[in-house]
């Protein structure tokens, strides 16, 4: 559950946000444009950091055109792992992800600032992926909030060892310890990583459905085969936007991670 409002909360105290959105994206002109608005339009008004994966079209100057997105144009495509420098460049406690074609609800980041400031050890908030105008649950909601890592005392919501990158929020300083995304995995499959790398460092990562991250998926699918981590396992996902999934069975280290997680050391 999220925290009660305290007087910290009240507009004159946070008249700025604590969170930076971080994006990353490659030739989505369009989509980006609608994205940015939106995100533009949360109060309190997040820094917004864009990485530009060496887009051959007009996705780079679409973003300069709006005031306060600090845009970095990249030389070659990093992929995912693109991320990692907009993390580095945040000059707030926590970052957000978002995908070109997704944005955040309108209380969702103050509510995950409260989560976190409220529990210093809770590295990343997963949030509840909506998917289209009408707000569709994406399947990967339920797989989180029924996780079968369970709900440790202290935290606001579910264990889980995945997460839908552009409903995610970190705190900083975890994520930089961790090392952040892997470049190996371009783009499809790097948050299962890094939630190991997480837990392997004791941060812990929960689901919290009250924090809302709103998807409108590209009218072309991003990741037609892609790997997400959730409650304990791959689940393999066959397109980018309410897809379906399959089991996969988690390598031995990986069960160790989730033994530490769950019950201590192995």
């Given at each position: 559950?999220?925290?009660?409002?305290?007087?910290?909360?009240?507009?004159?105290?946070?008249?700025?946000?604590?969170?930076t959105v971080v994006i990353v994206t490659r030739n989505?002109?369009?989509?980006?444009?609608?994205?940015?608005?939106?995100?533009?339009?949360?109060?309190?008004?997040?820094?917004?950091?864009?990485?530009?994966?060496?887009?051959?079209?007009?996705?780079?100057?679409?973003?300069?055109?709006?005031?306060?997105?600090?845009?970095?144009?990249?030389?070659?495509?990093?992929?995912?792992?693109?991320?990692?420098?907009?993390?580095?460049?945040?000059?707030?406690?926590?970052?957000?992800?978002?995908?070109?074609?997704?944005?955040?609800?309108?209380?969702?980041?103050?509510?995950?600032?409260?989560?976190?400031?409220?529990?210093?050890?809770?590295?990343?908030?997963?949030?509840?992926?909506?998917?289209?105008?009408?707000?569709?649950?994406?399947?990967?909601?339920?797989?989180?909030?029924?996780?079968?890592?369970?709900?440790?005392?202290?935290?606001?919501?579910?264990?889980?060892?995945?997460?839908?990158?552009?409903?995610?929020?970190?705190?900083?300083?975890?994520?930089?310890?961790?090392?952040?995304f892997s470049p190996l995995f371009g783009v499809g499959?790097?948050?299962?990583?890094?939630?190991?790398?997480?837990?392997?460092?004791?941060?812990?990562?929960?689901?919290?459905?009250?924090?809302?991250?709103?998807?409108?998926?590209?009218?072309?699918?991003?990741?037609?085969?892609?790997?997400?981590?959730?409650?304990?396992?791959?689940?393999?996902?066959?397109?980018?936007?309410?897809?379906?999934?399959?089991?996969?069975?988690?390598?031995?280290?990986?069960?160790?991670?989730?033994?530490?997680?769950?019950?201590?050391?192995?």
């Amino acid at each position: 559950m999220v925290p009660p409002r305290d007087d910290r909360d009240a507009p004159e105290a946070q008249s700025t946000a604590r969170t930076t959105v971080v994006i990353v994206t490659r030739n989505r002109a369009a989509e980006l444009a609608r994205t940015l608005t939106e995100l533009r339009a949360l109060r309190p008004s997040p820094a917004i950091v864009l990485l530009d994966n060496a887009s051959d079209d007009d996705t780079a100057g679409t973003a300069e055109a709006f005031p306060d997105v600090e845009v970095v144009r990249l030389p070659r495509n990093l992929g995912a792992a693109a991320r990692n420098l907009g993390v580095a460049m945040a000059r707030t406690p926590y970052v957000a992800f978002s995908d070109d074609d997704s944005w955040w609800a309108a209380d969702a980041l103050p509510a995950a600032e409260r989560l976190l400031d409220a529990h210093p050890r809770l590295a990343l908030i997963a949030g509840r992926a909506l998917v289209g105008a009408d707000h569709r649950e994406d399947p990967v909601n339920q797989r989180m909030a029924s996780s079968p890592l369970g709900r440790l005392p202290g935290l606001p919501g579910p264990s889980v060892l995945g997460f839908l990158a552009c409903a995610a929020i970190v705190r900083k300083e975890a994520y930089l310890e961790a090392g952040g995304f892997s470049p190996l995995f371009g783009v499809g499959g790097e948050e299962g990583l890094l939630s190991l790398d997480l837990a392997a460092r004791g941060w812990r990562l929960c689901y919290v459905a009250e924090v809302r991250a709103l998807l409108r998926c590209s009218v072309r699918l991003r990741r037609p085969v892609g790997g997400r981590r959730c409650d304990g396992w791959w689940w393999a996902r066959s397109s980018g936007c309410g897809g379906r999934y399959g089991v996969v069975r988690p390598s031995p280290s990986a069960c160790c991670v989730e033994r530490r997680v769950t019950r201590g050391p192995c």
